[in-house]
């Protein structure tokens, strides 16, 4: 079956640390690779995605095959990075997303 | 930046009633989503629909549910007798196919009492 898991409901970390935010998925095929940013009272709205090995706001994201793994990464946090963090692969014909059950992270000072 | 625009931003409804829920897609995107969010639980697919038909539904789309898009311009979700577990946020989605990525209206918070 098509799954995709983020292990930790909430991460909470200091300003200035590292994060890193898990995401495993359980896919036949090769999916696309999103992920997915909902700040407080705002819409969801794309983080990065695997294809485009961008950095987006500090965030990288690494696809690993082997491990079937998509954590996303940043190695200082902000203040403003607080939020939920949904992990999304892409798969089937209408590019349809399947959402992890979503990480909510806290940056506190 | 165009956005996709959903209306009404919360609806109070109660059980048995039909609810239509409207969102405007951006006008050059060809697939529509529907997605709900239940209070505390992840976001779950609902339905896409392209070239005016149904592409992929989710066990959740059972009959009470249906979408259409009406005018060219909007996309409604229909649940004909609403149950008390239909209560959730409801996201539309609009994209221009292959991997672009999906944008999201602000959702519609439908209270079923």
């Not at chain 1, 983080?47 to 990464?73: M, P, Q, V, W, Y």
């Amino acid at each position: 079956a098509q799954r995709v898991t983020q292990p930790e409901k909430l991460l909470s970390v200091f300003k200035g640390a590292p994060v890193e935010l898990k995401c495993n998925y359980s896919y036949s095929g090769s999916p696309e690779l999103f992920w997915y940013v909902q700040y407080s009272r705002q819409r969801l709205q794309l983080l990065l995605r695997h294809i485009s090995r961008e950095s987006i706001k500090g965030f990288t994201a690494d696809l690993n095959k082997g491990e079937t793994s998509f954590h996303l990464k940043k190695p200082f946090a902000q203040e403003e990075d607080s939020a939920m963090y949904y992990c999304a692969p892409e798969a089937g014909t209408a590019s349809k997303l399947t959402f992890g059950t979503g990480t909510r992270l806290q940056v506190t000072l | 930046e165009p956005e996709v625009t959903q209306t009404p931003s919360h609806q109070v409804t109660q059980m048995g009633q039909e609810v239509i829920l409207r969102c405007v897609p951006i006008s050059n995107h060809l697939y529509f989503y529907w997605y709900r969010q239940i209070l505390g639980q992840k976001v779950e697919f609902l339905v896409s629909f392209y070239n005016n038909e149904i592409s992929e539904k989710s066990e959740i789309f059972d009959d009470q549910f249906s979408v259409e898009r009406p005018d060219g311009s909007n996309f409604t979700l229909k649940i004909r007798s609403t149950k008390l577990e239909d209560s959730a946020m409801y996201f539309c989605a609009s994209s221009t196919g292959g991997d672009s990525p999906l944008h999201f209206g602000n959702g519609t918070r439908l209270t079923v009492t």
